[in-house]
């Protein structure tokens, strides 16, 4: 029998990649979408037919109790948040009800109604924040430095307490930066790729940015999903950095970005104290060996290619 799976924010960027990673395998999809006055499917229109959209929100108990009962899933993969840092500052109550006790809610409906399936967490180096080592593993102790990293800190610890209170097979997966042309506008590598695209084909004449000496470990979205099922593939829950161990700064994503279409980006990239952070995390680079040995999982697209591929597919997309 096809194994079941659910995904909370399967219209995300991450959600789109797994959905297409599990029916590629054979499982019978299930996602999670919440009410809009618009449709918010881009990302999976190509898959649609193939997926059982049920609507429930993280803020609302019932409504994940009845999604969990429809999908029946063996493995439920909780992808949905407030997912941008800013964002966060804006509105802070928000983000810790939908990114921090959203998973409280989530977890209490699976130990309700379907206790024995396989629980993955979407955990963030941002729980890092002011980082206390170089390279970051799971045993680095968490100093977040945002609204939205304290809510993720307390769904990770969340998702840990729920293993160890009721024995649910609850794992947690504490991902850098992983990015794509799926990607949205706001973040900034997205931003990057769209504006170079823009100024490329005469659409925009300038790019405003703010911090551009933080650094990143940036990997591919559709590699970082596929460790998200690794880790519901295992005997035993765990957690687990996924990262690609390399780290580079906004300038150096501006370098590759702009020299794939030949422009030099000082001419075009203005600073713009809007786009400042009130605390900012200034270097993540995460140490990936727990799940390269135990989960076999290593990243396939190394950093050019994956602003090349951004930069790539904005052209295309606005008709270069
Ligand atoms: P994303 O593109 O922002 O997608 C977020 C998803 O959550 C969307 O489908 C959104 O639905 C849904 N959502 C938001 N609030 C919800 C609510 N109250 N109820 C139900 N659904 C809700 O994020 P992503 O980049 O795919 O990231 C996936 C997860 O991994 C997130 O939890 C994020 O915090 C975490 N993470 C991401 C990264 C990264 O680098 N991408 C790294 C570490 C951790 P709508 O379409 O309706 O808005
Ligand atoms: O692309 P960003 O907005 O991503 P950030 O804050 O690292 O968060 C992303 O990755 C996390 C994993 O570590 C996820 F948990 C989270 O959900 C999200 O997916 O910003 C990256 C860096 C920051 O240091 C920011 O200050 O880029 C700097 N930056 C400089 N100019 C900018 C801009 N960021 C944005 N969004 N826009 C700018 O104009």
Request: include cysteine; proline fraction near 4%; glycine fraction near 8%.
């Amino acid at each position: 029998m096809a194994k079941r799976a659910l995904i909370t924010g399967i219209t995300g960027q991450d959600g789109s990649y797994l959905a297409e990673f599990l029916l590629a395998r054979g499982y019978t999809v299930f996602g999670m979408v919440r009410r809009s006055s618009t449709e918010t499917i881009q990302r999976i229109e190509a898959i649609k037919d193939q997926l059982t959209l049920l609507q429930g929100d993280l803020l609302d108990q019932a409504s994940l109790v009845k999604v969990i009962e429809e999908a029946q899933p063996d493995e439920i993969y909780n992808l949905a948040a407030q997912s941008f840092v800013p964002t966060s500052w804006s509105q802070p109550v928000l983000t810790g009800q939908f990114t921090g006790l959203g998973v409280s809610r989530l977890l209490e409906a699976v130990r309700q109604v379907a206790p024995s399936a396989k629980f993955y967490q979407a955990s963030s180096s941002e729980m890092f924040g002011k980082v206390r080592e170089v390279p970051q593993t799971e045993l680095t102790p968490f100093h977040p430095r945002s609204p939205y990293a304290v809510a993720k800190v307390y769904g990770h610890h969340i998702t840990v307490n729920y293993r160890e209170s009721y024995g649910l097979f609850a794992a947690s997966g504490i991902l850098f930066n992983h990015e794509s042309p799926r990607r949205g506008l706001e973040f900034v590598t997205r931003k990057i790729t769209d504006g170079v695209a823009r100024i490329k084909l005469g659409l925009a004449d300038e790019l405003c940015l703010g911090n551009l000496d933080s650094q990143r470990d940036w990997g591919f979205a559709g590699d970082y999903v596929e460790a998200m099922w690794l880790m519901l593939q295992q005997e035993t829950a765990g957690e687990y950095v996924i990262a690609t161990g390399v780290t580079h700064s906004i300038r150096d994503f501006l370098d590759l970005a702009f020299g794939h279409v030949d422009l030099a980006w000082e001419e075009y990239v203005k600073q713009d104290r809007r786009y400042m952070r009130p605390a900012e995390v200034d270097q993540l680079i995460g140490d990936s060996s727990k799940a390269k040995r135990d989960l076999g999982w290593q990243p396939r697209v190394d950093f050019p290619s994956l602003v090349t591929m951004m930069v790539d597919a904005d052209l295309a997309r606005l008709g270069g």
